[in-house]
C-alpha cells in the first residue's frame, strides 16, 4: 500500500485522499459500475486491448458509457509512471461507475466517474486450496458475464473460503454445475481430457481462462467447454484456476481433501507455457 501515491480519476491525477468522490455516485450507494484488473510489467499494462473489449461489453450491459481505450491507455500510463512501476510489476484497477445518481435504482446523468488505480499485485503460492461454498451462482441472471462492483458476495464467499483453512471459494450454479471462483476461473482433468465450465454455466469470460483456451489450441491441447457436475470437481486427476493475477495456479486440495497427487503434468506445461507467452506478447 506504500507505493499507492497517486490515482486517476475523472482526467486527473492525485492522491487517494483528495479523489473527491461524491457520496451520491451510484457505484458507492448501490453498486452499479464495473471494473477490470490488469498486470502491469516494466511500465505497461498486459493485454490491455481484451481487458478494454470486456470492460465496454460489461458499461454496455450496466448502460455506462465506457471511455475511449486511448483515454484509457493514458490514466494507465500515467498512474504507472507517477508511481514508478517501470522496474517492477503492479496491479491496475480500472472502475467505471455511474457517477452522481439519485438515491435509489435510477440512474443519475451527470456522467461517469473513472478511476485507475495501482498497487503491488497478490504473491500466491504454489498451489490453492479451494473451498465449495453452500450457495450459487445464478446462470440467468441480470450480471452474468459482467464484471460489476457490486461483489459482495464475493467477499462474503471469501472471508468463508479462508475461514475454512482455503485460499479460492468456489461456486456452482442453480443447476448444480460447477461455474467458477469468487475471482478466478477453473479447468480440470476428467478421464484424461481437460475440461472448463463453459460461459453458460454463469462464469465470467476470463481474460486468463481465453488465453489458456488459445494456448491449448496452439499446444495442440483439446479442451472440452461443457457443463461439469459441481461433484466432478473433488473426483478431478487434476485442476488449476486461471485469473489476471494468478495466471495459472494448480488446485492443491478441494475442502481439505488433496486433490491427485499434487500439481499435473498438464497442469505444469500450461503454467510455464502461458508464462513464457506473457513474456513474450505485451497485448496478444
Given at each position: ?6 490515482i ?7 492522491i ?16 452499479n ?13 498486459y ?5 478494454y473489449?470486456?470492460?465496454?461489453h460489461?458499461a454496455?450491459v450496466?448502460g ?12 494507465i500510463?500515467a498512474?504507472?509512471e ?11 484497477r ?36 479451494v ?21 459482495a ?6 472471508a ?9 471459494a468456489?461456486?456452482g ?29 454463469g ?5 486468463t481462462?481465453?488465453l ?14 461443457k ?5 466432478a470437481?473433488?473426483?478431478?486427476e ?13 488446485i ?22 502461458f508464462r513464457?507467452w ?7
Open positions: 500500500m506504500e507505493r499507492e501515491t497517486s486517476w480519476i475523472n482526467g486527473r491525477l492525485c487517494p485522499e483528495q479523489a473527491g468522490i461524491s457520496p451520491f455516485d451510484h457505484g458507492l450507494t448501490v453498486g459500475g464495473v471494473f477490470e484488473t490488469l498486470i502491469a510489467r516494466a511500465g505497461t499494462a493485454a490491455l486491448t481484451r481487458h473489449k470486456r470492460l465496454c460489461s454496455e450496466m455506462l458509457a465506457p471511455p475511449t481505450l486511448e483515454v484509457l491507455r493514458g490514466a500510463g498512474v504507472l507517477a508511481n514508478d512501476w517501470a522496474g517492477t510489476a503492479a496491479r491496475v480500472i472502475t467505471l461507475t455511474g457517477g452522481e445518481a439519485p438515491l435509489s435504482s435510477d440512474r443519475g446523468g451527470k456522467g461517469e466517474t473513472l478511476i485507475v488505480a495501482s498497487m503491488v499485485p497478490p504473491v500466491y503460492g504454489e498451489t490453492v486450496d473451498a465449495i461454498m453452500p450457495f450459487t451462482r445464478n446462470e440467468t441472471g441480470a450480471l452474468v458475464g459482467v464484471k460489476s462492483t457490486s461483489y458476495e464475493n467477499v462474503i464467499a471469501l468463508l473460503a479462508k475461514k475454512e483453512g482455503a485460499g479460492e468456489i461456486f450454479n442453480t443447476q448444480h454445475q460447477l461455474c467458477e471462483g469468487s475471482g478466478s476461473n477453473v479447468f480440470l482433468v476428467l478421464d484424461d481430457h481437460l475440461v472448463t465450465p463453459p460461459l453458460s454455466s462464469c465470467l469470460a476470463g481474460v481462462r481465453a489458456v483456451l488459445e494456448l491449448c489450441a496452439r499446444e495442440g491441447i483439446p479442451v472440452d467447454r457443463p461439469v457436475p459441481l461433484t470437481l473433488a473426483g478431478a487434476e485442476g488449476f484456476l486461471t485469473s489476471t493475477t494468478r495466471e495459472v495456479q494448480p492443491g486440495s478441494v475442502d481439505g481433501v488433496p486433490l491427485g497427487e499434487g500439481p499435473g503434468e498438464l497442469t505444469m506445461q500450461l503454467r510455464t507455457a513464457e506473457a513474456a513474450r506478447e505485451v497485448d496478444p
